[in-house]
């Protein structure tokens, strides 16, 4: 099961997600909160796999909320609830460690994606968010990348796993592990979700 909490200053926002999470099988929907510090405070009380966390609130946002509840809790995953406008502060976020970006107005089926692909490891991009990081790359990263790296690369930023980017090229996990290190280190990305958004921004991969 899924334990998740749902963070967002308008209630008919949280009520829509609410309804449709109840309706999601493997997942429970254990607390909700209005901003960051009433989620902070939820974070000492109970334990949690997700949350799903919007950006502007009052009182704490969700880019300080999102620091500090990895700080309590390093293990959880978090999904951005995003507007098309908040594009401008992904690069702050995703150094952070969360996991996807998912626009509010999402259907059913594409929040219980973004759920289960960051639940299983993988970082998780509305594709409308994706077209629009898309039309801002910028190719002025001066990164050289091997070809089988670029191969990693592309299939990361379509969300693959580990192992189904191994199956894909017909490689170990090990090996997909150590190109994986690579790209973070060449990229000086912290994780998954910050090496792809930092791919596509700056043109190192073909989507």
Known sequence: MIRTIVVDDHRILRDGIKSLLKEMEGIELVAEASNGVELISLLNECNVDLILMDINMPKMDGIEASRQALSICPKVKII????HDDIK?????????????????????????????????????SQELLMKLLSSKNDKSGIAITPREKD????????????????KLF???????????????????PNSTALAVYAIKNNLVSL
């Open 80 to 83: 951005i609830l995003s507007m």
């Open 89 to 125: 502060y992904y690069d702050s976020i995703v150094q952070l460690g969360v996991n996807g970006f998912l626009l509010k107005e999402s259907n059913y089926d594409e929040l219980e994606k973004a759920i289960k692909s960051v639940f299983e490891g993988k970082p998780y991009f």
């Open 152 to 167: 990693v690369l592309e299939l990361i930023c379509k969300g693959l796993s580990t192992v189904e980017i191994a199956n």
């Open 171 to 189: 490689l170990s996990v090990s090996t997909i592990e150590k190109h994986r290190a690579e790209l973070l280190d060449k990229t000086s990305s």
